[in-house]
């Protein structure tokens, strides 16, 4: 729990500087965040290099987004210790994101898990939203890929779109998974798209290690079926 709060109090400091960077001239918060944000850039171009040709081709055939000149766009690859099966049933569960996302309180849904369905989410208390009006674009079990919209809420995510794919791997001689979540999103006025891409990837990113840190306890419970019907 006290994990959650210091991930909050970090992104809710990297919002701070979205939507605060374009009235801040001069001084050392601009610069260290410059400096962030090169680092940053410098970090994805050698992910990017050092991706295997698997990936690269999960990327190239479930990743592509259609980009205006007014979004960004990226992705983000992480590595779980656990079999596909139990992190796909975690993820498929458009219905209950809190179960891993640490950001969730509460999230209703009315009617059958099906392409169109709504999600009301409520969002923890610590980030600069406290509701989301989520879609359902996509939900292949055969394929492991789950899309969702945003389309309303209280925040600055407008036509958010994003992508999420599980894929079996070899980790030190056990099944493993390999998880890749790309997004767009529109840019809000008065950032940059490095702005804006350094806030959503960093709550990606808290997303993900969440779902490592799940699907890996489950993996060594040994609980072999599908977290939703345990």
């Known amino acids: 729990m006290e994990k959650s709060k ?4 970090d992104l809710s400091e990297k919002y701070y500087y979205i939507i605060h960077l374009k009235y801040v001239n001069s001084g ?8 962030k944000l090169k680092k940053k850039k410098e970090n994805m171009t050698m992910s990017v290099k050092g991706l295997s040709g698997l990936e690269k081709e999960y990327i190239r055939k479930h990743h592509k987004h259609e980009i205006k000149d007014n979004q960004c766009t990226s992705f983000l690859i992480k590595h779980v210790k656990a079999p596909v099966h ?7 569960r ?6 891993y996302k640490p950001f969730v309180s509460r999230c209703v849904v009315q009617g ?8 009301e989410v409520d969002v923890k208390s610590g980030l600069p939203a406290t509701t989301s009006t989520e879609r359902l674009e996509l939900l292949d079990d055969d394929e492991h890929i789950l899309s969702v919209k945003i389309i309303g809420g209280d925040h600055r995510l407008r036509n958010y779109t994003s992508t999420l794919s599980v894929h079996p791997e070899v980790i030190e001689g056990r099944p493993g998974t390999i998880v890749i979540e790309s997004f767009v999103v529109d840019v809000p006025e008065g950032n940059t798209k490095d702005e804006t891409c350094y806030f ?3 709550l ?3 997303n993900l290690k969440s779902l490592a840190d799940v699907s890996e306890r489950l993996a060594v419970q040994d609980r072999t079926e599908p977290i939703d019907r345990v």
């Open 6 to 9: 210091t991930d909050i109090s």
């Open 94 to 99: 458009f219905d209950q994101p809190q179960k």
């Open 200 to 202: 959503v990837e960093a």
């Open 28 to 35: 050392d918060r601009r610069r260290n965040f410059s400096a």
């Open 112 to 119: 059958n898990l099906e392409i169109g369905t709504l999600r």
């Open 86 to 92: 139990l992190v796909w049933s975690l993820v498929r």
């Open 204 to 206: 990606i990113k808290c």
